[in-house]
């Protein structure tokens, strides 16, 4: 359960400039995920529904090049609506939204956020799950919010495979996020499976990228 001194703690992890949350980002995307920023921003842009929902959205910076790579293909962005718990995360997406009139942030916890049932066609989280003090609660207000036939598409970091260098290193940057507050922790696949069915979800697809999990979810 999320607790007042959890929120605390992780808001506190977030109180440096926004551009510096992005360049951080990258590395850890390069070094923690063994991922790549364009497999995440060609998932992601696939899965933005008409009446949208980014939960824990940071800065903005991978929603806005979704956007962008979705302007690109033809597709049209309809309503977005992004939510985060740290004020100073919401200031890098206002600034980097602020010509957008379809696109609206709100400081929200993402296990309470203040919406309507079955307010969205569609939410994304972003390299955020694993993040959150309380990603059950949050998984559980999602599948709240969307309708039903609404879709849920998240990554999550997994724990490092195998004890080679890659791994060891990512070990070491994963306990030097959970010493900062920006992870709570890593997880295991058939774990991130368990949280999304207790939350309701029905799981259409799945696939590991280094250490990256991505899932596609129902809301039955």
Request: contains cysteine; hydrophobic residues 40%.
């Amino acid at each position: 359960m999320m607790t007042s001194k959890s929120l605390g703690t992780m808001e506190d992890a977030y109180d440096s400039p926004p551009w510096w949350y992005d360049i951080r980002g990258l590395f850890i995307l390069t070094f923690a995920y063994n991922d790549t920023l364009w497999r995440q921003v060609r998932f992601f842009s696939g899965h933005i529904g008409d009446n949208h929902l980014d939960v824990a959205c940071g800065t903005g910076s991978l929603l806005d090049l979704a956007y962008r790579y979705r302007q690109m293909s033809g597709r049209v962005n309809n309503r977005i609506t992004g939510i985060d718990y740290a004020q100073a995360m919401l200031v890098g997406a206002v600034r980097r939204f602020r010509k957008r009139g379809n696109v609206a942030f709100h400081q929200a916890d993402a296990a309470a956020m203040p919406f309507d049932d079955c307010a969205f066609d569609a939410a994304t989280i972003l390299n955020s799950l694993h993040a959150l003090p309380d990603p059950a609660g949050a998984l559980r207000d999602i599948h709240r919010v969307l309708k039903p036939q609404g879709t849920l598409a998240a990554n999550i970091l997994l724990q490092p495979e195998g004890t080679g260098l890659l791994a060891r290193f990512a070990n070491r940057i994963n306990r030097w996020g959970q010493k900062k507050g920006i992870l709570n922790r890593a997880y295991r696949i058939d774990e991130v499976e368990r949280l999304l069915l207790d939350a309701g979800f029905a799981i259409r697809e799945s696939f590991r990228k280094g250490n990256c999990f991505y899932v596609l979810s129902d809301k039955p």
